[in-house]
């Protein structure tokens, strides 16, 4: 299946329009499908090129699946994923493996993500020979300076991914989605199974390296001070729904949504003489399965007025690039 070219504003790499990413739930003795778990629930968002979105919430919010559909690790269900002009939702066979090169993911778990058969110059080697007729020799040069790009010595080639640490695995991982010069990557929590002492050291690789190779990022995470160090502009997901989008300024210093303002508030404060008011929420959060009908976040909401169990509030703009899902407002 070809791709079909899209009219798309100059700026945006990536435009996701509506998508949805449904899980069947099977039941009965012949496992029909008897209902969805909405995982991604008609979400719309754009990156530009050059530019860090963040994507942050609760586990199971949805951001990785969002991650991994637009890599079209998964199938979406509905909407579209629109990438450098081109819309790559339904693509299939070898339109689908060229997009690839184009578009790679940084994993959450350096210790699961790498082959622990295979050594390190093989593994950053591997996505270059599977879209060339290079051979693992003559890519050694490549190879060794793109693992001096990320901070490993030359050595590390030669050796087995489980003779390093969880920092330096995830520097391997690093190099292996660097290896195909990609215009975008997922990083998809990709300093949360780290130490604290090596997780700044893997953001700030992360920023030099956009820098030098002109990348453009989705960095997921549930850590908001993460989040704000690595993105241009943060959306808050929450139960498979974006519920407000902006640059990190205005999320941080004028969250909209309530949703937003308790999760800011539950950011420590490193000053003790600073009383930081934390925002309780109740309550638990509702099975993707069975959302809840009208804003999904209105059970646990402290502001909810009767309107917001009736109808599901759109995300619209409400200042100059700051949106948000709420009937406040």
Known sequence: MNETIVKQEKNNLLEIIDLKTYYPIKGGFLRHTVGHVKAVDNISFTIKNGETLGLVGESGC??????????????????????????????????????????QMVFQDPYASLNPMQMVGSIVAEPIMNFSNKSLKSLKGEVMELLRKVGLPEDAYYKYAHEFSGGQRQRIGIARALALRPKLIIADEPVSALDVSVQSQVLNLLKELQDEFDLTFLFIAHDLSVVKHMSDRIGVMYLGNIVEIADKEHIYDEPLHPYTQALISAIPVPDPRKKNSRIVLEGDIPSPANPPSGCPFHPRCPKAMAECSLSKPALKEVKSGHSVACHLY
């Open 62 to 103: 949805g951001k990785s699946t969002t991650g991994r559909t637009i890599l079209r690790l998964l199938d979406a269900t509905d909407g579209k994923i629109i990438f450098d002009g081109k819309d790559i939702t339904n693509l299939r066979g070898k339109s689908l493996r060229d997009i690839r090169k184009d578009i």
